[in-house]
């Protein structure tokens, strides 16, 4: 079977913004470039109007960025980790995926080191992600702060135990690890902060802003003067396309202070400005899947890509491939949808495009016995569960295609690797999809957008997704005496654009909105322009 693949996502990621002050004085440069700027009065209204942008341009701009995505030479053989260590021996793969839940007590300093020389030969022998985050040194190190820790008592906690292995792997940027109730990437985890009050438009000489009829062209934004990184594709209130400052952070604020810099006269004047946290929408209490039409436009709305107790509405999903494939112009809302199985997606996909998705993800996936047990056991479930409830022959050719891969891996002794390396291909495309994003899209719904961005006219608007899709097949083990859970994957998916892995970052979309008016606020666009252009 063919592999899902990846496209290019450009991450910007913005520190140490700080104030400027006002400047009275000027250089001879800052007094020509205002003189620059300068226009008169009768000419602004008319050169607001003059300078925005229209769809053709936007879309145009959309496709080109998808085709003139960079690559780079890395390979995913350069992840490749051999090791001649012993694996997991039976026994020990069942205690270590034996379901436990936590508890609060004290263990010996015996029984955590135990534990650690566990954890520690589990990234070594079933983490995907071990070459990525530094190999042997780097773990190596933080195995040896963690046993000085634990060397100096006589007895620990399993919450204190708990948090010192979160502290200490830290530095392990992987969306989708934790370590007992603790994420491992927050500090990596960056949020859209923006301020869309003030609508900024473009032209020759720069990016502008009206405020009573006179044109303030922007001059730095902190003590940065590519400003260009700050201004974000946007829509405003009535759906037209504009500019507005936004900024990526790994703080938790609600709002975030920036000082941005105008050039008046011969004079650049300074003014502080907040940027607000974007909002996002969470999976729970919504249904897997809804479909509507608003103003004649089909909204296909999907939070989730694994079904709840007793449903069959990612059949429905899939379904609408066909159903809407002819249509002008649809709009894909997956704001939430933190994941699940990516065969979905690539189901849907085959029926909109009649292609299976190219995306040009390469990937490397480790087999220890832990691994070839649990793919074992979920082999014969997924087969009976999943090909008994939805009666899909093409859900069911695609499920032993993906698990008849593998028997090369389940069959290999020791730790090894399966390697698959795919092509990526665009697929043409006269219509118009709208793919609804946000800070909860994860894991397969990212891959989700990923496959999309391979076909022409998808546009992705919203804001940076979780960042959560570079470590996959993922599972949760227990250590045998702390009862802390370990959920880790085993496989390590590389896109095909750089900077090939993008946990914690996400995807960014192509047109910034960070509140809960996007589906308004597309809707709009779409009246604005489309009947402009009829």
């Known amino acids: 079977m063919k592999k899902t693949t990846y496209g290019l996502i450009f991450v910007v990621i913005l520190l140490s913004l700080y104030s400027c002050v006002s400047m009275s004085n000027t250089n001879t440069s800052i007094k020509d470039e205002a003189a620059n700027v300068e226009v008169e009065n009768t000419k602004r209204e008319t050169e607001v109007q003059k300078n925005d942008l229209d769809f053709t341009s936007v879309q145009e701009m959309v496709n080109n960025k998808r085709v003139e995505s960079v690559l780079s030479d890395v390979s995913i053989d350069d992840y490749i980790f051999e090791t001649d260590d012993e694996d997991f021996t039976e026994d020990e793969a069942n205690m270590l995926l034996a379901y436990k839940s936590f508890e609060y007590k004290t263990i010996t300093k015996d029984s955590a080191l135990e534990d650690i020389d566990y954890l520690f030969r589990i990234f070594k022998l079933q983490y995907g992600g071990y070459t990525l985050f530094g190999g042997d040194k780097t773990f190596n190190e933080a195995r040896f702060r963690i046993e000085d820790e634990v060397s100096k008592l006589d007895k620990i906690s399993t919450d204190v135990f708990e948090e010192l292995l979160a502290k200490e792997l830290s530095f392990i940027n992987d969306g989708h690890m934790s370590i007992g109730r603790k994420d491992i990437n927050e500090s990596f985890n960056m949020k859209y902060y923006a301020n869309e009050k003030m609508p900024f438009h473009k032209d020759e000489k720069g990016y502008y802003t009206v405020e009573k009829e006179a044109i303030k062209y922007l001059h730095s934004v902190g003590n940065d003067m590519n400003v260009e990184e700050y201004m974000k594709l946007s829509l405003d209130e009535e759906g ?70 007793g449903e069959i509405e990612l059949k429905k999903f899939v379904e609408s491939g066909i159903k809407y494939k002819d249509e002008d112009i649809i709009i894909i809302d997956i704001r939430g949808n933190l994941g699940g199985t990516s065969l979905w997606a690539e189901l849907w996909y085959e029926n909109y495009t009649g292609h299976f998705p190219e995306s040009g993800t390469n990937r490397i996936t480790r087999f220890s016995n832990i691994y070839r047990k649990l793919i074992s056991d979920y082999k014969g479930n997924m087969q009976v569960d999943m090909f008994d409830k939805y009666e899909m022959p093409k859900l069911n050719l695609f499920i032993q295609e993906y698990l008849s891969a593998f028997e090369k891996g389940l069959s290999s002794k020791g730790v090894a690797y399966k390697k698959d390396v795919n092509a990526y291909e665009r697929v043409g495309n006269d219509r118009l999809v709208f793919l609804l994003v946000d800070k909860a899209v994860a894991s397969a719904g990212e891959d989700f957008v990923i496959k999309l961005k391979t076909i022409d006219n998808v546009i992705v608007v919203g804001t940076n997704t979780m960042g959560c899709m570079d470590i996959s097949n993922n599972a949760h083990l227990f250590l045998p005496n702390s009862s802390v859970g370990v959920f880790l994957g085993v496989g390590l998916e590389m896109q095909y654009n750089t900077p090939h892995f993008f946990d914690g970052v996400g995807i960014e979309p192509d047109i910034w909105i960070s509140n809960d008016k996007i589906l308004d606020k597309v809707l709009k666009m779409i009246k604005q322009y489309m009947n402009e252009e009829e």
């Open 240 to 309: 037209k396309f504009v500019y507005y400052l936004g900024s990526l952070f790994s703080e938790n604020k609600g709002t975030e202070k920036v000082n941005l810099e105008f050039i008046d006269n011969d004079e650049l004047i300074s003014v502080e400005v907040s940027l607000t946290r974007s909002s996002k929408k969470f999976n729970r209490d919504m249904v897997t899947y809804e479909e509507e039409r608003i103003d004649g436009i089909p909204v296909i709305s999907i939070r989730r890509f694994h079904e709840l107790d």
